[in-house]
Antibody, heavy 121, light 108 residues
């Protein structure tokens, strides 16, 4: 069965960087785009971007361009999302989510369990 | 402020039907059929319930249905059950991904 398992919670100081991992299993990792979505406490969902695990190509939401980097390691079927220059309003649960189709449909059928990133001085 | 507008809350009794609206513009919801809906229980990851406006992924009960008219998409849940109590988010893709602010469904 498809599973996305994310790394554990992080506490960071403002200005630092955080890197969250998402290990995929149960399907061909390189066959589906991987998206990252975040959710601030008590707030809604916010799409951050995607990575094509096959090519390594990326597309970031304009809001995060210059601060986010999505990478992958195909040898261990793992995607990564690194966010730099952290601010207090980056405090959120970060999710990886698989696209439903290799054609990139922007629908997310499998999600990781979420990683809480807390930014606090 | 979210790009798509949803009611903050809706409620219904078991067995009843409820509809959650999602209003965008002609540049997103109204212009394309790339609308999806997600269900999220507290402390859990979202779950895809509807895609392409009205299609259900395998395993989603047919009590859940989606539709669209103009710039407004809707999610209807018929035969409400206690386990349907959750937050629901609409989502549209039109060059960028935008979510609604979410609607809390309470089953009375």
């Amino acid at each position: 069965q498809v599973q996305l398992v994310q790394s554990g919670a992080e506490v960071k100081k403002p200005g630092a960087s955080v890197k969250v991992s998402c290990k995929a299993s149960g399907y061909t990792f390189t066959g589906y785009y991987m998206h990252w979505v975040r959710q601030a406490p008590g707030q809604g969902l916010e799409w951050m971007g995607w990575i094509n695990p096959n090519s390594g190509g990326t597309n970031y939401a304009q809001k995060f361009q210059g601060r986010v980097t999505m990478t992958r390691d195909t040898s261990i079927s793992t995607a990564y999302m690194e966010l730099s220059r952290l601010r207090s309003d980056d405090t959120a649960v970060y999710y990886c989510a698989r696209d439903v189709d290799w054609l990139l449909r922007y629908y997310f059928d499998y999600w990781g369990q979420g990683t809480l990133v807390t930014v606090s001085s | 402020q979210s790009a798509l507008t949803q009611p903050r809350s809706v409620s219904g009794s078991p067995g009843q039907s409820v509809t959650i609206s999602c209003t965008g513009t002609s540049s997103d919801v109204g212009g394309y059929n790339y609308v999806s809906w997600y269900q999220q229980h507290p402390g859990k990851a979202p779950k895809l319930m509807i895609y392409d406006v009205s299609k259900r992924p395998s395993g989603v009960p047919d009590r859940f249905s989606g539709s669209k008219s103009g710039n407004t998409a809707s999610l209807t849940i018929s035969g409400l059950q206690a386990e349907d109590e959750a937050d629901y988010y609409c989502c549209s893709y039109a060059g960028r991904v935008v979510f609604g602010g979410g609607t809390k469904l309470t089953v009375l």
